[in-house]
């Protein structure tokens, strides 16, 4: 196995943006998006995800994807936080309004891999995120949110019947 190819199957799957567009499929993958990457793929190498659909702030990506043969592409994927909930460690200024420290929020992206934080409400006795938030175009947003994790009734024990090294399971 060549060491070019140890570097791009070392890097974590999870979601990431772009910074130049993969070589061979520029109109397919371009520079300034978010993909979803995975370490592996069927025929081998890494593979690359478009986003295809969005719900509740939270995308969803396709199943066929593109192969990665570039390690310049490959090195230039930018790691981004998970989508999910986080809270904000500090008052955080959004338009003309701000968004108090400790102040419970739903990270997401938009197709450009850009964060949006979705404030929550308290509705009844329930938390709901707008279906539209603020969006930020600098990453400096993420050091500003610290992950929530916590379970929600049933799941626990649906992982407890997998096996005892399975742990909790945790919303993100």
Same mark, same amino acid.
Request: aromatic letters at 10%; charged letters at 20%.
């Given at each position: 196995?060549?060491?070019?190819?140890?570097?791009?199957?070392? #890097?974590?799957?999870?979601?990431?943006?772009?910074?130049?567009?993969?070589?061979?499929?520029?109109?397919? &993958?371009?520079?300034?998006?978010?993909?979803?990457?995975?370490?592996?793929?069927?025929?081998?190498?890494?593979?690359?995800?478009? %986003?295809?659909?969005?719900?509740?702030? #939270?995308?969803?990506?396709?199943?066929? *994807?593109?192969?990665?043969?570039?390690?310049?592409?490959?090195?230039?994927?930018?790691?981004?936080?998970?989508?999910?909930?986080? &809270?904000?460690?500090?008052?955080?200024? &959004?338009?003309?309004?701000?968004?108090?420290?400790?102040?419970?929020?739903?990270?997401?992206?938009?197709?450009?891999?850009?964060?949006?934080?979705?404030? !929550? #409400?308290?509705?009844?006795?329930?938390?709901?995120? %707008?279906?539209?938030?603020?969006?930020? #175009?600098?990453?400096?947003?993420?050091?500003?949110?610290?992950?929530?994790?916590?379970?929600?009734? *049933?799941?626990?024990?649906?992982?407890?019947?997998?096996?005892?090294?399975? !742990?909790?399971?945790?919303?993100?």
């Amino acid at each position: 196995m060549t060491e070019e190819k140890n570097s791009r199957q070392n #890097k974590p799957c999870g979601i990431y943006r772009t910074s130049i567009a993969m070589p061979g499929k520029e109109e397919n &993958v371009p520079a300034g998006r978010l993909v979803y990457y995975h370490s592996h793929s069927e025929q081998g190498p890494p593979i690359v995800l478009m %986003p295809s659909k969005n719900t509740n702030n #939270k995308w969803a990506f396709h199943t066929r *994807g593109f192969l990665v043969t570039s390690e310049a592409f490959s090195d230039g994927l930018q790691p981004l936080p998970r989508e999910g909930f986080y &809270v904000l460690r500090a008052n955080l200024s &959004v338009g003309e309004g701000f968004l108090p420290e400790r102040s419970l929020v739903q990270l997401g992206y938009n197709p450009k891999g850009e964060p949006i934080l979705f404030p !929550g #409400k308290r509705e009844g006795n329930s938390i709901e995120f %707008p279906l539209r938030g603020a969006g930020f #175009k600098a990453d400096t947003i993420f050091k500003e949110l610290d992950p929530v994790q916590f379970l929600l009734q *049933g799941q626990a024990e649906s992982k407890k019947e997998q096996g005892p090294s399975s !742990g909790p399971q945790t919303l993100h």
